[in-house]
Structure formats: C-alpha cells, structure tokens
C-alpha cells in the first residue's frame, strides 16, 4: 500500500510540475478525438468532415476552457443536422440553447458531463458512467448525463429520419421530426437507461456522501450492482438486446476504475479523525476533519565536510614546504 501512495504522490508531482505543458496537450487529444467521434456519429455533411480542420479547432481549444468543447460539438452536429433537414436542425439549436441556460452557464463541468456520455455510448462504455459520476459529480451530474444521453438516441433516430427522408418523395413538412418523436416514444430502451442511471448516479451520490470510513466502497459496490439489477429488471420486462455478458464485464471494469479514480482521489486516513467546534454570530459549526493518506516524501540531506580553518592551514603549509622540497632536490 506505501507504495502505490509513493507512486500516486509522484504521478501527482509529476503532472503538478508539467502542468503548463501538459493540460494544453490532454486538452488537444481530448478535443481530436470528440469531435472525429461526434463526426461519426452524425454523418450527414461531407463538407465539414476535415481531419485538419478538426486538429485546428483542437489545438485552439487547447488554449481555452473544457466547457468550449461543448460548444464545438455543438456547432458541428448542427451543421450535419442541416443537411438532413431544416425542422430537424432548429429542434437541436433549441435543444442545445436549453442546455446551455439550465446547465453549461451554471458550471462548466456540465458541459463536459454533457459531451463525454454521448461518447461513451458510442464506444460502448456507458456503463461506467452513473457511479463515477455519483463519485465526482453528485446529484448535479444527473440532468447533464440524461440531456448526453438523449444526444446519443437522438443521432440513432436522426440516421432513421434521414433515410427516409431520402428514399421517399414528396414529403410532407415536419415528417423527418415526426419520424424522431414517434421513435422516442416507442424505444424502451430509452427509457430503461434514462431511469437506470438516474436512479444509480442518485444512490452512488448519496452512499459516497456518507461520513464512514468506507462509504467510498459501498458507493462503487451497491452502485455497480443496482446498476446489474436494474439492468437485467428491464430487459426481462421490456424484452430488450442487452448483451449479458458485456453488462457484467463492463460493470467489473467500472468498479476497478471507480476505485482508481478514488484512489487519485485520496483515501481518508480514519485513524486521526479531527473533531472542532466553533460560532459566529447566527451559526454553531461541528466540523468532522478526516485527513487522506499521504506519503511523505523522502529529504535527502547532503554534508558537505569541510576541513577547520586551522588545519586548513597547516595542510596548506605542508604542500607548500612540500612543493619547496621538491624543487630544491631537483635543483
């Protein structure tokens, strides 16, 4: 255990030290990498589909806060949304303008909730979503998460929209819409993932939040398996695809990077619990102070060893009659 606390503290050091470098280039990677996985996703407008011009937005982004990839995810889904249909597109401008004012204005971390799920459903890893958010997030990770999660479904019914839209003539206005809603409502396996991770984020939020020393645990343990079970309720009552086995190895996968992201996090030492006490005016405040456990690092001290001035001199002398010696021999 000392020492993965001795690695983490340097890992830690290590990103502190080359932190000027390093956050502008995870910023870079992060953003290539969203906005070609948002691409794939909504595939309707070649015009835009540039590798350089992704990397240009990146590496300006870089440069900028987290939340601003939100609004390039935003920008590129709608200029392919364009394409595919013009009552489409403004339902998603309006769509994006509604997250911006309940979500993305109030805190910037909502915005990054908000692009990441989608991508997660895209590669298939969203079951390790509803308890790291429940551990990092709280309660205000659940709107965001379910307003990513919508994106996800919208850009599968979007992809229906546009075939017909294209295989069929003489369209009524509004039909590519009318052909999203009607989806929306008969897919229950929306509804099934909407009210699964809403209700784990909710439990994994209030088990972390507990004053134990190990509600850490119990929030990755019953988080994870109320996740399952929840999951398994619904595809018996709604007959839906889950793949069983993927289910159950993602959600062992999520436990051990729940418990790493923990463990970054820091662990609380329980053994020099704190307990104060103090006032003002209106307020008796009861403070229960857990430290983490940290490793301290190890001070190396370097002596120098100096000879005192005294002998300092007499070796001095020496080297000098020395020195004399020797020339008066070879003389």
Not at 200 to 206: M, N, T
Not at 242 to 247: G, L
């Amino acid at each position: 255990m000392a020492q993965l606390v001795y690695l983490k503290e340097n890992i830690k050091y290590f990103y502190q030290k080359h932190s000027e470098y390093a956050e502008p280039a995870l910023k870079l990677l992060f953003s290539l990498v969203m906005l070609c996985l948002v691409q794939s996703m909504f595939q309707y407008n070649e015009t835009v589909n540039r590798p350089w011009l992704f990397l240009i937005v990146s590496a300006a982004q870089a440069f900028l806060p987290l939340s601003f990839c939100f609004y390039s995810a935003a920008c590129l889904i709608l200029l392919n949304l364009w394409q595919v249909s013009v009552e489409i597109f403004a339902v998603f401008l309006l769509f994006f303008v509604i997250c911006y004012l309940l979500f993305v204005r109030v805190d910037g971390r909502h915005a990054f909730i908000i692009i990441l799920t989608p991508i997660l459903f895209y590669l298939k890893m969203e079951y390790f979503l509803p308890v790291l958010l429940g551990m990092t997030a709280g309660f205000s990770g659940i709107l965001p998460m379910a307003a990513g999660i919508l994106i996800y479904f919208f850009s599968l019914y979007t992809k229906d929209a546009s075939a017909l839209l294209t295989t069929t003539e003489n369209l009524d206005p509004g039909i590519g819409m009318s052909r999203i809603a009607s989806l929306m409502v008969i897919d229950r396996k929306l509804l099934v993932i909407l009210v699964t991770f809403c209700l784990v984020v909710f439990v994994s939020a209030i088990l972390y939040q507990m004053f134990h020393e190990k509600a850490w645990m119990f929030a990755i343990i019953i988080g994870n398996i109320s996740l399952a079970v929840l999951l398994l309720f619904g595809r018996l009552i709604f007959e839906l695809d889950y793949t069983i086995w993927r289910v159950f190895l993602e959600i062992v996968l999520a436990m051990g990077v729940a418990t790493v992201v923990q463990f970054f996090k820091g662990i609380g030492d329980f053994s020099r619990i704190e307990k104060v006490t103090f006032e003002d005016d209106e307020y008796i405040y009861f403070v229960k102070a857990v430290p983490k456990i940290k490793a301290a690092q190890e001070e190396r001290n370097v002596t120098d060893i100096v000879a005192p001035e005294e002998e300092q001199a007499e070796t001095e002398e020496t080297d000098t009659e020395q020195k004399t010696g020797d020339g008066m021999n070879e003389f």
